[in-house]
């Protein structure tokens, strides 16, 4: 079955250290997101790819950084300049024509420690 | 600019009662909309969607008619049960990019 896989679905970063979130979809789908959700709050876009070896900022996008090497990944990495990293973080992909909605991931909660 | 406002949470209701969450967004083009639902400690699913205006969408007994004269998208169910309970987002499509912008959520809680 096709679909959208996060990993790890649990993380916890040392203050000052870099980690990656993996985001990988068997989907075909050319455009991939990366929002950030807060504990009773809606989703922030961080970043978003349209086509492979480009992507575009979102509306948070101080303090991470991603890659699109493949079309299949679409890798988050969040960087020790984001101050307030613990909150969870949800991968979507959407086919070209962008008629049928996000798929989403299940999440990944990164916890600072 | 795109925007979609939702009904502010949370909703507590009584199993077997009927829902209406309301959803308006700004008219800007002729967007595809969407209702997704999640679930504690899960990512979202979508739930329904409608591409053009009078489309109704519906899925597990939830319904939302596109309502283009009321730029509205309004989540109705006739019975709700306590599985129903869970965050509800409404959402828009953008005309000429491939992305979406989200209600702030609304948590639906159902009691027995």
């Known amino acids: 079955d096709g679909g959208i896989t996060q990993s790890p679905k649990y993380l916890f970063r040392k203050e000052g250290q870099n980690v990656t979130l993996s985001c990988e979809q068997n989907?075909?789908?050319?455009?991939m997101y990366w929002y950030r959700q807060d504990p009773g709050q809606g989703l922030r876009l961080i970043y978003y790819s349209q086509i492979v070896n480009d992507f575009q900022k979102g509306d948070i996008a101080e303090g991470y950084s991603v890659s699109r090497e493949k079309k299949e990944s679409f890798p988050l990495t969040v960087t020790s300049a984001q101050k307030n990293p613990t909150a969870f973080y949800l991968c979507?992909?959407?086919?070209?024509?962008?008629?049928?909605?996000?798929?989403f991931g299940s999440g990944t909660r990164l916890t600072v420690v | 600019g795109d925007s979609v406002t939702q009904m502010e949470g949370p909703v507590t209701l009584s199993e077997e009662a009927f829902l209406t969450i309301n959803c308006t967004y700004t008219a800007t083009g002729y967007p595809s909309l969407f209702w997704y639902v999640q679930y504690p400690g899960e990512g979202l699913q979508l739930l329904l969607k409608?591409?053009?205006?009078?489309d109704k969408g519906s899925n597990k007994g939830f319904e939302a008619t596109y309502r283009k004269e009321t730029t509205s998208f309004h989540l109705e169910k006739g019975s709700v049960q306590v599985s129903d309970s869970a965050v509800y987002f409404c959402a828009r499509g953008i005309q000429g990019a491939q992305k979406l912008v989200f209600g702030q959520g609304t948590r639906l809680t159902i009691n027995p």
């Open positions: 979507a992909s959407q086919d070209s024509r962008g008629l049928y909605g996000y798929t």
């Open positions: 989907l075909n789908h050319d455009a």
């Open positions: 409608a591409t053009k205006a009078d």
